[in-house]
């Protein structure tokens, strides 16, 4: 009943138009994945790249270069990206605030700051090992950002300086425990750009689990955030518990983010920048957008990577140093465009 309700309130798109922008998506998606693939040092013929993937030969040395790092460096990137991108739509959509993002709110300062005293207090240097610890610390800042920015129904743009708070809080309580373990800041060092450098096929399978629970969270949550799109007040005439709501929603951004953070570090923006894709050119449905969100983030994380590895930047850039060069002019123009009150 909600979802039928909601709907109507929802300004509709013609079937085809909202297809033909997810086909050109998913088949610049493809696009890129095979660019990445090719992509690198040693130079790999599309002949290969088939082979590889239809029929592996462990002996053959182009075979190994994309199986053990080609490949799960792109797989890395495209979930990365996708997650970030669904959990930056439901963020803006549980806040009704465009500046909204996971790095904005905390939740990737949190989940930075659980990586980093596992680091210290366990010795583990292994990401597929931190998504314990980048869950727990996710979950503390989204919790204190919510504490923080209320409940009342100004609460949003509330949210956003106690997002800011939070993370000054935390990434300063990183540096301070950085000062006494020089090993943990060799590691920190390099995680905290946010790449993929070191992602295998081992650790994807480890943590692909938990990121296929979390788009399952946001697919059901998507139903009810709809109605709170028209407001608290009309959302509970509606029927939605508007507290489990928030509670459902909360897991997932922090299941997504958090392991978005174990397997490749903190990275800026995508969830900021993706949706306002997906609202461009998807119909104004949460469900519809989290889908668009999921392709274009993938697209846009993939994309950073190739050409952070480009010749342009001798192949040492980093993909999140690259989606925060992205994402800050989006930023700078978010806040001109729409004016601080209004956010």
Known sequence: MTAEVTSRALPRHRTPHRLIWLAAGLFLLVLSVLLALRMGARPVSWGDIWQSLLAY???????????????????????????????????????????????????????????VLCTIALGITDPAQFIWAALGGAALASGLVFILGGNAPSRTGRLILAGAAVSALFYALIRGLLLVSRS???????????????????????????LIVGLLLAFVAGFSLN?????????????????????????????LCGTTVAMAGPIAFIGLIVPHLARATAPADVRWLSLYSAVYGALLMGLAD????????????????MSAILGGPVLIWLVRSKGVRAL
């Open 227 to 255: 109605a709170l799109q028209l407001g608290e007040s009309t959302a509970q005439g509606l029927g939605v518990r508007v507290g489990l709501l928030q509670l459902l929603t909360g897991a997932a951004i922090v299941i």
């Open 57 to 115: 030969d462990p002996d053959a040395p182009d075979h190994i270069v994309i199986w053990q790092i080609r490949l799960p460096r792109v797989v890395g990137a495209l979930l990365c990206g996708g997650s970030l991108g669904v959990a930056g739509t439901l963020m803006q959509a549980l806040t009704r605030n465009p500046l909204a993002d996971p790095g904005l709110l905390g939740v990737n300062a949190g989940a930075a700051l659980g990586v």
């Open 306 to 321: 190739i050409l952070a590895r480009s010749a342009l930047f001798s192949g040492h850039m980093q993909a999140g140093v």
């Open 184 to 210: 943990s800041l060799e590691v920190y060092r390099v995680w905290v750009l946010g790449g993929f450098d070191n992602v295998t096929l081992d650790m994807v399978s480890t943590l692909l689990p938990f």
